[in-house]
């Protein structure tokens, strides 16, 4: 009905312009695939857009045409264009183009029959639109069917493929999972697969088959979209075999399930530039109620589980509401109690109440799951029957949606039976059934425990001497008697007591002052001579002979040869060493009074730059005058401190007395005080303001150090409280680096300040060559981010030069000064 020689419908997509078909007049058949780049057609698709028309006469002589079809019109001796926009949604869809070679213009009607193709054309893309939209409703709504009534999740997806391709008349519907690997497997599929899936490989770590929808909406999270199979780069891998199934367009779209991508869904549709706004609006939708699916068939089978779970375990399970009231029994509470359910229904658990517990016990029950903590316990109830069971059980407070508590939950176990045995066992097991005292084995983890306390031990090894005569004399029955009235006697002795052998026994004693260790062999000797028994005694010291119970025990066996005799007696595992014992436990008493009487004192070691071995700081080291054991050094009582919990008190003494020195002689320079692991605590940050702001010095000139060793056992709670002290202006010194772990992260996470290379790096670095580029490199690195270096141990001069040849900060030992007291130290600055 038009002259025109050739027409074409093309679209306009986001890099080219396509020719979807284009019928030749001359040759009576329809050609595509001809494309154009889009950049180089702007001036024409500006025109088209603005003008609603475009007409040219000269097709290639047409500067708007120049650079985007010029070529095309000379090989086909085009003279004439007239393009038609089509629009859809709102923007350039394509246009309808018609070309000839004449050069007589176009004729009106020419122009009318264009320009109503192309609203036929966009109405028709309209109407698809539309009909879709409802075919996708109908969808949606089926899928919100299918939730009510699939019973698993391959039943649900199943389901969905099938409404997606009969309801959605989509091309083919399936759903794939993502394995470990990464690989989409396919699930379940609708529709015109034709083996399509077979052979499928997407993997979403494979880049050569990871840029199409499926991959892509995994690895971004979204929904992704190929509107245009023939001209996608993206779907190179697979667009054989999908034009081969009419698969002109795609989408896919990530499932979630329990807060993570477990795969996608997958719709394919035979029109090209089919999923656009409102299509993937209800896409989406769609993906949205099939995780809520997933999810909700989760619960409804855990639920169902769990019912079934709870009504056939053989434990005690009853629910009630938050007033006390039971609402719900399982077939093992009837079974165990004697009480039918619907007797217990409505009542309180009361029902089941021995009187073996007294009011304290249920007021802390109901004071413990009112607060919403769980209380366990072994109950002692009684039986409809009137007998009692004994109930291993624990109730659980229950929250609903506002976290108020709604109900309680009891959960338990018969052990009646169980209890009955275990007792007897462990008896049996665990002690002597002639005296009733822990047997070997018992008293050895008894011992066991005790040590783990801490703190000095006697065990002592106690046999009675020529105890065979006794059961000759006067029987094995008087015998025994006589052993079983020891053995009371003994177990009041000491901390634990056992029986070794025969007519041998164990005792322990925790030595808390030198007097404990008389009593101990006094009241030994004495149980002995009440019933008119001579024994001997060997004793040996934990930790000093031994670490473990059975070396102990040894210890004081060998110990006793020293004390064989037809005499009672005692002899101490090495004798000689139950002085330095005593010295200790003196020494420990001494420490309680040393602080107020203004015993301790501090003594300072200076720190030197390397630049001009010009003292810069020093250390603060603690030295004890004791008015009775003279001068003593850390060595000889840290330990014991220690043992008898004083470290924080001690600490917090050396932190007020260093600071009151700065005040009071203007110190002008760094003190560097030593932090003990068990002082990082929540006071710390609080008292050392307090100290500051107290004697009103600088906190920069308190410097605390660390070891690696201190805050590793919690780093997070050591991090979080040394960045406190941080913030107060006090630096961080980490010492003894090397020596333990070595931990970098140390470096990098905390607020460290400056670094203390171990002696035992500044000893080796003459002779290995090693140690020496470690240091290098630790130097090097401490630089890097900004942390001062500090060498302790530093004896001979060589030492001072090659560390600072290696550009280590600061410098500290004995070649260069010794701790002294603090007159001395003032002088120094001086």
């Known amino acids: 009905q038009t002259e025109a020689e050739r027409v074409g419908f093309w679209s306009v997509k986001e890099e080219i312009i396509f020719c979807e078909w284009l019928y030749v007049k001359e040759k009576g058949n329809f050609e595509h695939g001809l494309s154009f780049e889009k950049n180089k057609c702007k001036e024409f698709l500006n025109a088209l857009e603005e003008e609603g028309i475009f007409e040219s006469r000269m097709v290639q002589e047409d500067k708007k045409l120049s650079e985007c079809m010029k070529d095309y019109f000379k090989s086909h001796n085009i003279t004439l264009l007239l393009a038609i926009p089509i629009w859809f949604e709102g923007r350039l869809f394509g246009f309808l183009s018609l070309e000839k070679s004449q050069k007589r213009q176009w004729l009106v009607f020419e122009r009318y029959k264009a320009l109503y193709t192309a609203s036929l054309i966009s109405l028709l893309l309209e109407k698809q ?110 667009r054989e075999e999908m034009l081969k199934r009419n698969y002109l ?55 169902d589980t769990l019912f079934r779970t709870v009504e056939e375990i053989k434990d005690w399970i009853m629910i009630t509401n938050k007033n006390g009231y039971i609402e719900y029994v399982n077939p093992a509470v009837e079974e165990i109690s004697g009480y039918k359910r619907e007797k217990l229904i409505g009542k309180r658990p009361s029902i089941f109440k021995s009187g073996l517990h007294s009011e304290d016990f249920y007021k802390e029950l109901w004071d413990t799951i009112t607060s919403g903590k769980v209380f366990y316990a072994t109950f002692i109830n009684r039986r409809k029957d009137g007998s009692l069971f004994y109930l291993d059980s624990k109730i659980v407070p229950i929250r609903d949606d506002k976290g108020e508590i709604s109900n309680f939950v009891a959960v338990g176990r018969d052990i009646t039976q169980v209890k009955q045995i275990e007792e007897r066992l462990r008896f049996l097991s665990n002690y002597d059934l002639l005296t009733g005292v822990p047997n070997r084995e018992h008293f050895l983890e008894l011992l066991e425990e005790a040590t783990k306390e801490g703190g000095n031990i006697a065990v002592a090894f106690v046999d009675i001497y020529n105890f065979s005569s006794i059961n000759l004399l006067y029987g094995y029955s008087v015998g025994d008697k006589i052993l079983s009235s020891f053995a009371e006697r003994l177990s009041k002795v000491g901390d634990g007591c056992g029986r070794y052998g025969s007519d041998e026994f164990l005792v322990f004693k925790r030595l808390e002052s030198p007097k404990d260790l008389e009593e101990l062999t006094r009241d030994i000797l004495k149980a002995a001579q009440d019933l008119k028994l001579t024994v001997n005694i060997g004793i040996s010291i934990y930790p000093l002979d031994g670490r473990s119970p059975s070396e102990l025990v040894e210890k004081a066996i060998l110990a006793l040869k020293q004390a064989k ?44 730059s390397s630049k001009d071995l010009r003292p810069v700081g020093a250390e603060a080291l603690i030295r004890w005058y004791s008015a009775v054991f003279g001068l003593l050094y850390p060595k000889d009582f840290l330990h014991i401190v220690e043992k008898k919990r004083l470290t924080k008190r001690l600490d917090y003494w050396v932190f007020e007395e260093a600071m009151r020195l700065i005040k009071d002689y203007s110190i002008s320079v760094p003190i560097y005080l030593n932090l003990s692991p068990l002082s990082i605590d929540e006071d710390l940050p609080d008292y ?136 001395k130290f003032l002088d120094l600055l001086k």
């Open 688 to 823: 050392l303001k307090s100290l500051i702001e107290k004697y009103e010095i600088s906190p920069s000139l308190i410097n605390l150090e660390i070891t690696e060793e201190a805050v590793i056992k919690d780093l997070e709670k050591a991090h979080k409280i040394l960045e406190e002290v941080h913030k107060l202006g006090i630096s961080i010194v980490l010492d003894d680096f090397g020596v333990l772990y070595s931990s970098l992260s140390l470096l990098s996470k905390f607020p460290i300040s400056y670094l203390k290379i171990d002696k035992s790096f500044v000893d080796r670095l003459e002779d290995d060559g090693k140690t020496s580029r470690i240091v290098v490199h630790l130097i090097s690195m401490c630089k890097a981010l900004n942390i001062k270096t500090i060498a302790e141990g530093v004896e001979e001069k060589w030492q001072v030069d090659l560390l600072t040849k290696m550009k280590c900060d600061y410098l500290q030992g004995y070649y260069l000064n010794k701790p002294m007291p603090l007159d």
């Open 249 to 303: 367009s795609s989408c896919a779209h990530p499932i979630r399930f329990k807060g993570r991508i477990i795969g996608t869904i997958n719709l394919y549709s035979d029109k090209k530039n089919f999923f656009t706004g409102d299509v993937l609006k209800l896409v989406e939708e769609l993906a949205q109620d099939i995780s809520f699916a997933l999810e909700h068939v989760d619960i409804i089978r855990t639920k």
């Open 565 to 608: 005799g037809g005499t009672s007696s005692f002899a101490y595992y090495k004798k000689g060493e139950e002085e330095r014992i005593i010295k200790d436990l003196k020494i420990g008493e001494e420490l309680n009074y040393a602080i107020e009487r203004g015993e301790f004192v501090l003594h300072f070691q200076p720190y030197y």
């Open 129 to 238: 639109k539309g009909d879709f939209l409802l075919r996708m409703y109908k969808t949606l709504s089926s899928v919100n069917h299918i939730i009510l009534q699939a019973k698993d999740k391959e039943e649900l997806l199943r389901w969905f493929c099938k409404a997606a391709t009969e309801e959605g008349m989509f091309r083919m519907a399936w759903v794939g999972l993502l394995d470990e690997k990464g690989n989409v497997k396919p699930l379940c599929s609708s529709g015109y697969v034709e083996n399509y899936l077979s052979s499928l490989n997407i993997n979403i770590y494979d880049e050569s088959v990871n840029k199409g929808p499926t991959a892509r909406a995994i690895i971004e999270d979204r929904v992704q979209v190929n509107n245009d199979t023939e001209t996608n780069p993206a779907m190179a891998p697979w």
